[in-house]
């Protein structure tokens, strides 16, 4: 089976990234971009499904929970 994770910044965390490429998109001339947040994809293969390991593995390695929230889909 197959876990999609999506990690992306809280709301309030300052993202300089986003920045950086909401400004290099108005130098293009994509003016209509109000705003940018980067985040992660992860996916994992996995051999048996089990929500609450992805959430652990979340919680311990792969989202700084502090600053980060995630979210995950599992495929089978």
Known sequence: M????YITLKSGVL????KAVQQALASLGF??????????????????NSKERIK?????LLANTVIESYRFEVEK
């Open 31 to 48: 003016h209509e971009v109000q705003d940018v947040r980067i985040g992660k994809y992860i996916e994992l293969e996995l051999e048996k």
């Open 56 to 60: 652990e593995m979340c919680e311990k």
């Open 15 to 18: 993202d300089p990234q986003g």
């Open 2 to 5: 197959k876990a999609r994770i």
